[in-house]
């Protein structure tokens, strides 16, 4: 399982480069587009294709060759194989016949977009692509809107003005969005603002609606965090300048009287 640039060619790592170069077929998402990177790099080893419509009977292929003791790197359009790309099927596939998988990190997207947002909260949630219906879209948000952490999602040019007018529908306009577009490429974009005034910023410049997106939502508030007073919540804040964190939480429950788990909670927000 080889991670491969999402953009920008450099990003590729030395492992991958040398996998690449060295197994006896690449199963790729897209084979013309895969031959442009190993074409960049000079590696002539031969593709075959794996993509949604075909792993199965690919997949089982490949595992045959696999079984008399040939190599196979599997890689995607751009990132992680199987995360929101084919893959995982052919991992099954692989671990029920005995064959050992081998995961090679590299770029991912989703990740890429979080160490850039500054958003603070300690968890995400990864959803990927929602449903392209409106109504099964919002149906999903509903479901997570009540989730203490950033929620990530994946969504394409042609979908963004639609999936960003149901989230401040659902979620409301006051959580913060973050915009990751075109990363590492050219043309990357990431901004922030309220949902409220997302759609609007949009809709001003269509080259900020053109590319592939990495929108990351502001999670919901943790819960009982209001009934936090400041005099307790500044008692947490200078307990975890002086201790580690599970100990800073259990003084502060007895200094204050407040649950430990919704200190907990806000200590996690507070202190990395």
Not at 16 to 22: D, F, G, R, T, V
Request: glycine letters at 6%; proline letters at 6%.
């Amino acid at each position: 399982m080889v991670a491969t640039p999402i953009g920008n060619l450099q990003d590729i790592t030395l492992r991958a480069l040398e996998i690449l170069n060295s197994v006896d077929v690449i199963a790729a998402e897209d084979t013309r587009h895969s031959a442009t990177l190993l074409g960049h790099f000079g590696i002539q080893t031969k593709l075959t294709a794996l993509h949604e419509h075909n792993e199965r009977t690919a997949g089982e292929k490949l595992i045959a060759q696999l079984q008399v003791g040939q190599s196979v790197a599997l890689i995607s359009d751009a990132g992680t194989p199987a995360i929101s790309d084919p893959g995982a099927l052919l991992v099954n596939l692989a671990r029920q016949a005995g064959v050992k998988v081998v995961p090679i990190p590299g770029a991912n997207a989703a990740i890429t977009a979080l160490s850039a947002s500054g958003l603070l909260m300690p968890r995400f949630l990864f959803i990927g692509f929602l449903p392209a219906k409106s109504s099964h879209r919002k149906q999903v948000l509903e479901a997570i809107s009540d989730v203490p952490a950033t929620l990530v999602f994946y969504e394409a040019p042609h979908r963004v003005l639609e999936s960003v007018a149901d989230f401040a529908a659902v979620l409301g306009g006051e959580r913060q969005i973050t915009f990751a577009r075109e990363l590492t490429k050219t043309f990357e974009t990431i901004y922030q603002c309220p949902l409220g005034e997302a759609l609007a910023w949009l809709q001003a410049d269509p080259n900020q609606q053109r590319g592939e997106f990495v929108l990351l939502v502001e999670g919901a508030p943790v819960k009982d965090e209001q009934a936090i007073s400041p005099e307790a919540r500044r008692t947490l804040e200078l307990l975890l300048a002086e201790l580690p964190l599970k100990q800073a939480v259990k003084l502060a429950a007895d200094i204050t009287g407040i649950k430990k788990n919704t200190l907990y909670e806000l200590a996690l927000t507070l202190k990395p």
